[in-house]
C-alpha cells in the first residue's frame, strides 16, 4: 500500500509538473501578428490603424524610410491607431508588433508602404471662428467691363495681367490657355503688353471710388460710399454667410458679393462685369 501511495502521489506530482511546464510554453509563445492599414497621408504624415491582438499590453510601430535599410521604432502605444510625422520624400514602408506587458515582441504585421512627396500640406486656410470685424476698413473698388469669362479669385497683383489675358483671348479668337502660350513668344509678348498700356485709358479698368465697408462680429457688411451724382453718402447692407473659406454677402436686391477670407479681397459677377474690392 505505501509503494502504491507513493506511486500515486508521484503520479499526481508529475501531472502538476507537466500542467506547469504546459502553462510556461503557452506564455512565452509569441503574440499575433496584427493586421495593419494605412487610412491617410499627407506630403509628410501617415495616419494608420490595426487590429487588436489578444493578450497585447501594447503595440510598437516601426519605420523604414527612403534610402534607409533597416526599420526604426517610431512609437508605442496602448491605442490602435498611429500617426507617423516629418517623413521624408519617396517610398516609406511601415510595420507593427504587439507588445506583451513585458514589452516582448509579437509576429510582425505584414509591411505596408506608401510614396511621400516630403512637402508639408498647407494649413486649413481660414480657421472655424473668423472675426470679421478685421476686415473693416476702405476698399478701392475695380470694375471689369465687357469681358467675359473672368470668374472665380482672381488675385489682387494678377488683376490687370489677367484682364489683358482674356482681352487677347477674345478679341483675337484664342482660348486662354492658348493665349498663355502665345504672349511667350515675341509677337505674342509684343501685344501683351500693348494691351497692359491701353487697358485703362478705354475704361475696361476703372478705378470707380473708395468705399468704407463696415463688417460685424456675425459677417453682415455696411458700406458708405458717396452718390457721385448727388454728393450725398448712401448706407448699404449686405447680410453675411459663411461658406468655406468666403463669406457670401447678399443684398437686398439678391444680388452677392464673395469676400475671401484668406486673402481679403472680394469681388462679384454683375453679368456685365466683375466687379473687385480689394482694401487699402
Do not use: H
Amino acid at each position: 500500500m505505501n509503494i502504491l501511495k507513493r506511486l500515486l502521489a508521484l503520479g499526481v506530482t508529475a501531472a502538476v509538473a507537466v500542467g506547469t511546464l504546459c502553462i510556461g510554453s503557452f506564455a512565452g509563445e509569441k503574440l499575433a501578428a496584427p493586421t495593419l492599414t494605412l487610412t491617410a497621408k499627407t506630403g509628410t504624415t501617415v495616419t494608420m490603424t490595426w487590429t487588436a491582438v489578444k493578450g497585447a499590453d501594447k503595440y510598437a510601430v516601426y519605420v523604414k524610410q527612403p534610402g534607409s535599410d533597416t526599420y526604426k521604432k517610431t512609437a508605442t502605444t496602448a491605442k490602435l491607431t498611429y500617426t507617423a510625422a516629418k517623413l521624408a520624400a519617396g517610398k516609406t514602408y511601415f510595420r507593427v508588433y504587439a507588445l506583451d506587458k513585458d514589452g516582448n515582441r509579437g509576429t510582425a504585421s505584414a509591411s505596408k508602404y506608401t510614396t511621400l512627396t516630403g512637402v508639408a500640406s498647407a494649413a486649413a486656410k481660414v480657421p472655424a471662428n473668423v472675426d470679421y470685424t478685421k476686415f473693416n476698413g476702405t476698399y478701392v473698388v475695380y470694375a471689369v467691363e465687357n469681358i467675359s469669362g473672368i470668374k472665380g479669385k482672381i488675385a489682387a497683383k494678377d488683376f490687370i495681367s489677367e484682364v489683358a489675358i482674356y482681352s487677347i483671348a477674345e478679341n483675337y479668337g484664342k482660348t486662354v490657355a492658348e493665349t498663355r502660350t502665345y504672349i511667350k513668344t515675341a509677337e505674342g509678348k509684343k501685344l501683351y503688353d500693348y494691351m497692359m498700356t491701353v487697358l485703362t485709358p478705354i475704361g475696361e479698368v476703372v478705378l470707380e471710388q473708395a468705399i468704407p465697408c463696415t463688417f460685424d462680429k456675425s459677417g453682415n457688411m455696411t458700406t458708405n460710399a458717396v452718390n457721385p451724382l448727388t454728393g450725398k453718402t448712401e448706407k448699404s447692407t449686405y447680410t453675411g454667410k459663411r461658406s468655406g473659406d468666403n463669406l457670401i454677402l447678399t443684398y437686398a436686391d439678391g444680388s452677392t458679393y464673395k469676400l475671401d477670407l484668406a486673402t481679403g479681397l472680394f469681388y462679384a459677377d454683375t453679368g456685365e462685369g466683375v466687379v473687385i474690392f480689394k482694401k487699402k
